[in-house]
C-alpha cells in the first residue's frame, strides 16, 4: 500500500548554484545508512531558490500558508533498501517565511528549517531573457539569490549534469545516530533552461557555518534552472542501519 501523502504544491523557478566543496565538511551531516552521492567524483551541495505555490498539508491549504519561498543548501546522497539504490538529498540548511511551516517541517521530518522575512521577483530583460530573485533578510540585511535565465525550455538530457542535480526523489534526515528519516518527493521529470548570469550574496558564515566560506563564496561549478511543476511529498518512514 503506498505511504499517504502528506505535502503537494507546484514547485516553481527553481534556481540551482552547485559548488564543489570537500567531502569531509559534509560528514557530519551524513545520515545513517546513506553515503555520499557524487558526480564525477565530486561532492556537491547546492544552493537552491524557488516557490511553493498553491500548497496543501494533508489535501488543506491553510490561510496564509499557501504560496511562499524557500531557499535551501542541500547535498546529495544515496540509500540501498536491499534491492536497489535510491538517490536522494540532505538539507543543511531551510529557510521560509512562515513560522508554521518550519515548526511541522522540523518535528516531523527532523529538517532544518529558519523562518526569516522573504520575497521574490521576476524582471523581464530581454526579449528572451528572465531575472529571478529569491531575498531573505538576515541580521538586516537582504541576501540574494538570483539568476538571468533563456526563455526557452528545453528537456534534461539523460546522464547530464541537470539530471544528476535534479532527479533526487527522496530526502534522508538525521533522526538519531542509528536511525534515518526517510520520505519521497514525487514530481514528472522537470524542463530546464539556459542560465546565462547568477547572482549570490549572503552572510554564508553565520548562516550555513564557517566550513562552507571558501566554497560558497567561490565561483560555482555549474547553475541551473527549472520550470519546475507539481509535487506531492509522503509521509516520511524511519529507517534503523540495525535492520540491514
Known sequence: MP??????????????????????ILKPYIPAGTELDLWEGKALVSMVGFLF???????MRWPFH????????RFYVRYFDGKAWKRGAVFISELVPKYAIALIA???YREHYRALPMRH???????????????WKFNRKWNQLGA?????????????????????YWGYNIWDATTTMEYEVQHVPWQIRKVKD??????????YGEAFVPYLQGKPYSAFFANGSAIGVRMGAKISVDSF
Open 3 to 24: 505511504t499517504p501523502t502528506f505535502l503537494t504544491a507546484n514547485w516553481l523557478n527553481l534556481i540551482m548554484l552547485n559548488y564543489e566543496v570537500d567531502a569531509a
Open 53 to 59: 505555490h498553491d500548497t496543501k498539508v494533508l489535501g
Open 66 to 73: 499557501v504560496n511562499f519561498e524557500e531557499v535551501n543548501l
Open 106 to 108: 522540523n518535528k516531523l
Open 121 to 135: 521577483s521576476v524582471r523581464r530583460l530581454e526579449e528572451d531573457r528572465t531575472q529571478y530573485l529569491y531575498e
Open 148 to 168: 538571468v535565465v533563456c526563455d526557452e525550455p528545453t528537456q534534461i538530457a539523460s546522464g547530464s549534469a541537470e539530471e544528476f542535480i535534479f532527479e533526487h
Open 198 to 207: 547568477y547572482i549570490f550574496d549572503a552572510d554564508v558564515a553565520a548562516l
